[in-house]
């Protein structure tokens, strides 16, 4: 459905974009991941048409975006961090002038609108003035407008920022809907949002794609996938000799602890699950295992270790 090859974007002696090479297939939802100025608005412009490359092309249902950029147009619907609306519009003349603006043939006009507004439940704000509406009104608005024209491909970058906890549950629950008829990509910074919703997770640092499978891949194939959190009642020296004699333990990392007890993080080979052999050693040695926990690695996790970012801290600052 999208094909991007080798895809270069240099704004004077700084490279955003570097090689960049990657497919999206039909009937996914993929998430698009990166610290601040990796890259990530810089591509979804260029996929959009509104960024032209430096070098490489990117085709949209086989069109390409510089050669047939109203073919390949046609294919996007596009939802920018900051949703395109006019506040002095009410919603239903704002998206009757998206629909002109897109060419869309007036004899369409109603059923397009029909159909945009019941997925996006915009019925009963239609006559409001979206200016009045709040947050989560005008970012479905911006989303039904992305719907308008039909297109394959819904492109949506931070489509929850600024909401609240049951906006972004419900806008959420809009993505997943929209992923049964479109290709989804959505650009987030809020990791649990892209684990939760999307099918497949591509990241990016410093332009150029790190990564690209599901969350449960990328955490299961990352270093150390898993560790074991363990307290044990007893001295530091005595636990670290239980462990010395448990085959597959690489590292024990101290952990602060109760008195009179010890708290560890066992990394081990490959990740493996040491839990029962340490059962054994520690009751052989009459000493209590107050707590053994089994964590496996996060997509935070993936993220860091990545791009060595902390997505906490992450706003998107890239030169759109």
Not at 149 to 154: A, Q
Not at 156 to 170: C, F, K, R
Not at 245 to 251: A, D, F, M, S, T
Not at 256 to 274: I, N
């Amino acid at each position: 459905m999208i094909e991007v090859r080798h895809l270069t974007k240099r704004y004077g002696g700084h490279t955003a974009v570097s090689d960049l090479s990657f497919t999206i297939e039909p009937g996914r939802i993929y998430g698009f991941l990166g610290p601040n100025g990796a890259g990530k608005s810089t591509t979804m412009n260029i996929i959009t048409g509104c960024l032209g490359p430096t070098e490489g092309e990117v085709l949209v249902d086989g069109h390409n975006v510089i050669d047939e950029p109203m073919a390949a147009k046609k294919c996007i619907g596009y939802l920018p961090e900051l949703p395109p609306v006019y506040p002095d519009m009410t919603v239903t003349e704002y998206l009757k002038f998206v629909l002109r603006a897109k060419g869309v043939r007036r004899a369409d006009w109603d059923a397009q609108l029909r159909r945009a507004m019941d997925r996006t439940k915009l019925h009963d704000v239609a006559g409001r003035l979206i200016g009045n509406l709040s947050k989560g009104y005008r970012q479905r608005v911006g989303i039904a407008q992305a719907l308008l024209g039909s297109p394959k491909v819904i492109i949506l970058d931070e489509p929850t920022v600024g909401l609240d906890p049951a906006q972004i549950i419900e806008i959420r629950e809009l993505i997943r809907s929209l992923g049964k008829d479109h290709v989804v990509v959505l650009s987030s910074h809020i990791l649990s949002e892209v684990q939760a919703v999307c099918d497949e997770i591509m990241i990016i640092a410093h332009g150029k794609l790190v990564a690209s499978d599901t969350a449960e891949n990328l955490t299961a194939l990352m270093a150390g996938g898993a560790h074991t959190m363990l307290t044990v009642r007893g001295g530091e020296d005595d636990v670290r000799g239980v462990l010395d004699g448990v085959e597959g333990i690489e590292r024990v990392i101290p952990m602060p602890a109760g008195e009179g007890e010890t708290a560890v993080q066992l990394v081990t080979a490959g990740g493996a699950d040491v839990r029962e052999a340490m059962f054994f050693a520690f009751a052989k040695a009459n000493m209590p295992i107050l707590e053994m926990k089994r964590e496996r690695a996060t997509l935070e996790d993936v993220f860091l270790e990545l791009t060595g970012s902390d997505p906490a801290h992450e706003k998107e600052a890239e030169q759109a």
